[in-house]
């Protein structure tokens, strides 16, 4: 499927040292369609990072703790389902529209996922992975928060990944406090440099008031 509109799917994964490797990508008319609604994600030298915006610090944690926890038994640790995609877009900053739900749908179909279920099989805690092999939208409902759940779904996901010959890697927001200092407990080696995330529209797109 193709979607010009979807900069969800529509997206580009850059991991340069110099700026201009990464010129010479946005010259290149024929790496990417510009046609199109789309995203470059990717890191870039600490000196570079005062232009963009989206300031991310990306992680790579090269150990993995082991979490003894004693789980309430009406809780299940699962995998996140297809119907749980609407849940995660209205929890997801990024996310609360259809092509989001969509994308959602598709990365818990294709990729490794992780959730906390009650009894009901309502998520409580989650996270996944997108198509880069990045651990994206760890969250955990507010009134079920500071039980674990979050160190259990990262470290479970973390394994799982390492399994499947990946690497656990991830980024965060540098506001985000809570999510460094479980990130911190966890061992991880942090990038020292920052993640960026552009979204590009094309201009024939700019006068379309729904977008």
């Known amino acids: ?26 010259e290149n008319t024929n790496a990417i369609n510009w046609g ?6 990717g890191t870039v030298q600490p000196y570079l990072c005062s232009c963009l915006k989206n300031m991310r610090h990306s992680f790579l944690p090269n150990t993995i703790s082991v979490l003894s926890l004693r789980m309430d038994p009406k809780l ?24 989001c ?14 959730c906390v279920l009650d009894d009901s099989g309502y998520p409580l805690s989650w996270s996944l992975t997108d198509q880069f092999a990045t651990m994206i939208h760890g969250y ?8 674990g759940y979050s160190r259990l779904v990262a470290t479970t996901l973390a394994k799982k990944l390492h399994s499947c010959g990946f690497p656990a890697q991830g980024n965060v927001l540098e506001t985000n406090i809570p999510s460094i200092t ?22 024939h797109f700019l006068a379309k008031s729904h977008l």
Not at 36 to 41: G, L, R
Not at 82 to 97: D, E, F, Q, V, Y
């Open 140 to 147: 955990t409902l507010p009134e079920h928060r500071r039980k």
């Open 36 to 41: 199109q609604i789309f995203q470059i994600q």
């Open 1 to 26: 499927e193709m979607d010009d509109l979807d900069h969800y799917t529509n997206a580009y994964a850059v991991f340069y040292k110099e700026l201009q490797a990464y010129q010479e990508l946005l």
């Open 76 to 99: 299940t640790l699962a995998y996140l389902d297809i119907s749980h995609a609407s849940l995660l877009s209205k929890t997801w900053s990024r996310g609360g529209n259809p092509r």
């Open 101 to 114: 739900q969509k994308y959602l749908a598709n990365l818990i179909h294709c990729f490794p996922s992780v």
């Open 182 to 203: 479980l990130l911190k407990s966890m061992n991880p080696q942090f990038l020292p440099c920052s993640f960026f995330r552009v979204i590009h529209t094309p201009f």
